[in-house]
């Protein structure tokens, strides 16, 4: 994704309340079938100004990939633990969330 100035790793939005995550949720363990893992996904996505065109995503800083402001990304995890999801916009406004993920036999 292209870089700016102003977009750090810290939760902070250059104009309040542009942009929020809304899925996934704070706090929350996710848990997937290893039998299924490839089918399997977590949707992301986040609230966001009227003209913003891309929603970058992030899971403990390694980037996942895009989505427009109106699709969810579906995040396919393979490993289980503990991640910081992060999602800046194309204005740098960036939210994050922490999750667990749980995989199962």
């Not at 250059?14 to 977590?42: A, D, G, K, W």
């Not at 995040?75 to 999602?87: E, K, L, M, V």
């Amino acid at each position: 994704p292209p870089t700016s100035e102003h977009c750090s790793k810290k939760p902070r939005t250059v104009i309040e309340e542009e942009m929020q995550i809304t899925s996934p949720s704070e706090n929350v363990t996710y848990t997937l079938n290893r039998t299924t893992l490839n089918t399997q996904f977590i949707p992301l996505t986040s609230t966001v100004s009227a003209d913003t065109k891309q929603i970058y995503w992030f899971a403990n800083d390694v980037y996942l990939g895009s989505s427009t402001a109106m699709h969810s990304f579906e995040w396919h995890p393979n490993q289980r633990g503990s991640y910081t999801i992060r999602a800046v916009d194309d204005k740098g406004n960036s939210d994050q969330k922490n999750i667990r993920v749980s995989i199962i036999f």
